[in-house]
Nanobody, 126 residues
């Protein structure tokens, strides 16, 4: 499995970014794919995820109402639309796939993910 993130940038508070995760090599049917982030000096945080079986999405409380997860199945790409960005959203954002955890359990199981990408940096200036 290969996950390649892109779309990170420097943006002012209140601005928007869209992150992309191009996935390849996924040969199993039932899994969860999503994003987690890691900021300097902070514990990593599960941000959002989507179930491959029914497309259901889950969000961390810190991003609900601001971030939206979507996918282009034809292109095997996951998108994270981030609006009304805040300085506390500054982090490296990673795309990750797991075969065991679902929904809110996935967001909490950061250290258990099966596959993850190299990350993309998001910096929000105040």
């Amino acid at each position: 499995v290969q996950l390649v993130e892109s779309g990170g940038n420097v943006v002012q508070a209140g601005g928007s970014l869209r992150l992309s995760c191009a996935a390849s090599g996924i040969t199993f049917d039932d899994y969860t794919i999503g994003w987690y982030r890691r900021a300097p000096g902070k514990d990593p945080e599960g941000v959002s995820c989507m179930s491959s079986s029914d497309g259901s999405t889950y969000y961390a409380d810190s991003v609900k109402g601001r971030f939206t997860l979507s996918s282009d199945n034809a292109k095997n790409t996951l998108f994270l639309q981030m609006n009304n960005l805040k300085p506390e959203d500054t982090a490296v954002y990673y795309c990750a796939v797991d075969r065991d955890f679902r929904g809110s359990d996935y967001l909490a199981a950061i250290w258990e993910y099966d596959y993850w990408g190299q990350g993309t940096q998001v910096t929000v200036s105040s």
